[in-house]
């Protein structure tokens, strides 16, 4: 209608690229969307976007609200800020893509030492969430059972069954305790706050907890 709306969410490329979010780049995401791209899609529509929220959902997501370009909805300044943050970003310059590959690969790298070590140490290590993002960073870094032996998951359609590729099995939460791991490797690096609490509440507090994006980090 005239001065309808559209609402419409989805990840923010910014977020992507600012914190090495590469994972999540698999067969259902087929694009990865700025505010400036979304801005030029909708003005060959003629329509334009009038307002944008900023959201933490899947690492960081945008809300965008469009009408039709001669609609009375003013544009409010967050659209600029965010148009603004994005060209402060480097989204528009082509060394900003170029540079991504090495990160990517960084954090491979990384994610491959930290396994290698704790193997040789004797060690266990074992994953949790068989999440899309976590298996596209797996088989990325040709991660095998002999490095991570389990991954668990409290989706009853994923237990007892193998992680595509890697061949990883996947097994209930209730039998991590038996697993008695050093290391817990969240997977949906999105939700690791919840992951952790979780976890501590049943019983895993002497455990430690890893996530790989951005980088490497083992939580405190």
Same mark, same amino acid.
């Given at each position: ?61 945008? *809300?965008?609200?469009?009408?039709? $370009? +001669? !609609?009375?909805?003013? #544009?409010?300044? %967050?659209?600029?800020? &965010? ?40 060690? *266990?290590?074992?994953?949790?969430? $068989? +999440? !899309?993002?976590?298996? #596209?960073?797996? %088989?990325?870094?040709? &991660? ?47 939700? +690791? ?28």
């Amino acid at each position: 209608s005239p001065e309808g709306t559209i609402t419409l969410e989805f990840p923010h490329l910014q977020e992507l690229m600012a914190n090495n979010q590469f994972d999540t780049v698999y067969h259902e995401h087929y694009s990865y969307l700025s505010l400036d791209a979304v801005s030029r899609i909708f003005q060959a529509a003629g329509l334009r976007v009038y307002d944008v929220d900023q959201i933490p959902t899947h690492g960081g997501s945008l *809300r965008i609200y469009g009408c039709l $370009a +001669a !609609a009375a909805h003013k #544009t409010t300044e %967050n659209v600029m800020r &965010v148009l603004q943050g994005e060209q402060d970003a480097g989204l528009q310059n082509l060394d900003t893509y170029l540079q991504f590959q090495s990160r990517a690969d960084k954090a491979k790298h990384d994610l491959l030492a930290f396994l290698v070590e704790n193997k040789k140490a004797g060690r *266990r290590v074992v994953a949790y969430g $068989a +999440a !899309a993002k976590g298996n #596209t960073l797996l %088989n990325y870094a040709g &991660v095998r059972p002999d490095l991570l032996e389990a991954v668990y998951d409290a989706a009853p359609s994923k237990q007892n069954k193998f992680l595509p590729g890697s061949h990883i099995p996947i097994f209930p939460p209730d039998q991590l305790g038996k697993a008695a791991p050093d290391f817990i490797l969240i997977l949906p690096w999105n939700i +690791a706050p919840e992951v952790t609490q979780q976890l501590r509440a049943a019983g895993h507090a002497d455990a430690r907890f890893v996530v790989a994006i951005p980088q490497l980090t083992v939580l405190e």
